[in-house]
């Protein structure tokens, strides 16, 4: 694992950049031989935004240093109502439990007296509706804007399995993505004050798009205690630092087995990885979860564990309590 930062580009390349694309870079950094760049696409028509990537791309083919080119475009709107903060939940790679934290994060802050919404933002395989026993509510709209769905949990909730029909997610690209999860996001919100976004798994320029437009409050990072998804947790970490939002902290999901008979906790993938990783890194430590099955089935019947009483709800109570903490801390 490799806890190299990215590092801002020479001034040289930046003024390069800058004037390929008609000084509408806000920020570039290269990691690992990766140029990340930030451009400020507000104003700009679909043409245009493509004609500054291509003028971008052509004046990056020839730096040495260079393998790989992210692009994230976004605009910033004239007037941005205030609406609730955003707190991203984000992991390097699926199946690491990403939306089981994010709904009973949700859920648990619900539970504890915050006024708590979510939006389910992950294209790959929006979950949220199954997860919330809402999956056969459809949103309204008034006035142009998506009302939520609300559900038993009282965590009103938006999906993008509610604007496309099961199985057509993997055909979305980018820019519908986005456009998209805008709508979820600028939606009737009025009675929240936290939004938990589910985010697509993964650290591409879908990602990278969507955190850097919607400007999270701050971010989760949810990982697996294997070496493995503690590196793609790395970069996770480092494409919320590059569009410039801050990490709450880690949490280490399926870290150690309840055996379902004796209740004795077993590692079958080691455990403590990602606090380790945390500690390393610098960031808060959020709590871990356990692999157990009593999760897994409420996950399925579509009642979440931290709503309950029992056991399962504990962990997510007290990762909640420290998000609520780390908020309040910047309110
Ligand atoms: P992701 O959003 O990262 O793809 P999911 O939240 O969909 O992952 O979880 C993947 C699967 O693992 C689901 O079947 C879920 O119920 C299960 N799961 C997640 N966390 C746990 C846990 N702590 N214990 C048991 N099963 C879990």
């Given at each position: 694992?490799?806890?190299?930062?990215?590092?801002?580009?020479?001034?040289?390349?930046?003024?390069?950049?800058?004037?390929?694309?008609?000084?509408?870079?806000?920020?570039?950094?290269?990691?690992?031989?990766?140029?990340?760049?930030?451009?400020?696409?507000?104003?700009?028509?679909?043409?245009?935004?493509?004609?500054?990537?291509?003028?971008?791309?052509?004046?990056?083919?020839?730096?040495?240093?260079?393998?790989?080119?992210?692009?994230?475009?976004?605009?910033?709107?004239?007037?941005?109502?205030?609406?609730?903060?955003?707190?991203?939940?984000?992991?390097?790679?699926?199946?690491?439990?990403?939306?089981?934290?994010?709904?009973?994060?949700?859920?648990?802050?619900?539970?504890?007296?915050?006024?708590?919404?979510?939006?389910?933002?992950?294209?790959?395989?929006?979950?949220?509706?199954?997860?919330?026993?809402?999956?056969?509510?459809?949103?309204?709209?008034?006035?142009?804007?998506?009302?939520?769905?609300?559900?038993?949990?009282?965590?009103?909730?938006?999906?993008?399995?509610?604007?496309?029909?099961?199985?057509?997610?993997?055909?979305?690209?980018?820019?519908?993505?986005?456009?998209?999860?805008?709508?979820?996001?600028?939606?009737?919100?009025?009675?929240?004050?936290?939004?938990v976004i589910d985010l697509p798994p993964g650290?591409?320029?879908?990602?990278?798009?969507?955190?850097?437009?919607?400007?999270?409050?701050?971010?989760?990072?949810?990982?697996?205690?294997?070496?493995?998804?503690?590196?793609?947790?790395?970069?996770?970490?480092?494409?919320?630092?590059?569009?410039?939002?801050?990490?709450?902290?880690?949490?280490?999901?399926?870290?150690?087995?309840?055996?379902?008979?004796?209740?004795?906790?077993?590692?079958?993938?080691?455990q403590g990885g990602a606090e380790a990783a945390?500690?390393?890194?610098?960031?808060?430590?959020?709590?871990?979860?356990?692999?157990?099955?009593?999760?897994?089935?409420?996950?399925?019947?579509?009642?979440?564990?931290?709503?309950?009483?029992?056991?399962?709800?504990?962990?997510?109570?007290?990762?909640?309590?420290?998000?609520?903490?780390?908020i309040r801390a910047r309110d």
């Open positions: 694992m490799t806890d190299e930062k990215p590092q801002p580009v020479s001034p040289e390349m930046l003024e390069s950049l800058r004037a390929a694309s008609n000084n509408r870079v806000q920020s570039a950094k290269i990691r690992d031989a990766v140029l990340t760049i930030i451009v400020d696409a507000s104003g700009l028509d679909p043409d245009a935004r493509a004609g500054v990537e291509r003028s971008l791309r052509a004046a990056t083919l020839s730096l040495r240093d260079v393998r790989d080119v992210r692009i994230a475009m976004t605009a910033e709107k004239a007037v941005k109502p205030a609406g609730p903060r955003i707190i991203a939940v984000g992991s390097g790679k699926g199946g690491v439990g990403k939306s089981t934290l994010s709904v009973n994060l949700a859920v648990a802050l619900a539970k504890a007296g915050l006024r708590v919404g979510m939006v389910d933002a992950d294209v790959y395989g929006p979950s949220l509706p199954r997860l919330l026993s809402s999956e056969d509510v459809k949103p309204r709209a008034e006035d142009n804007k998506l009302i939520p769905v609300p559900n038993g949990y009282g965590v009103p909730m938006l999906s993008m399995g509610h604007l496309i029909a099961p199985g057509q997610a993997i055909a979305w690209r980018g820019p519908m993505a986005g456009n998209a999860l805008g709508q979820l996001v600028d939606a009737d919100w009025r009675g929240t004050d936290i939004l650290t591409g320029d879908v990602q990278l798009t969507m955190i850097s437009k919607h400007k999270p409050f701050g971010a989760v990072i949810v990982s697996t205690p294997q070496d493995l998804a503690l590196m793609d947790a790395t970069r996770a970490i480092n494409l919320f630092e590059t569009a410039g939002v801050p990490i709450i902290g880690l949490v280490e999901n399926m870290s150690g087995y309840a055996c379902p008979h004796c209740g004795e906790v077993s590692e079958p993938f080691g945390a500690a390393a890194m610098k960031l808060d430590f959020l709590g871990r979860v356990p692999l157990d099955i009593a999760v897994r089935r409420a996950s399925d019947a579509g009642t979440p564990p931290a709503a309950g009483t029992d056991a399962e709800a504990a962990p997510f109570a007290a990762i909640a309590e420290r998000v609520a903490a780390w």
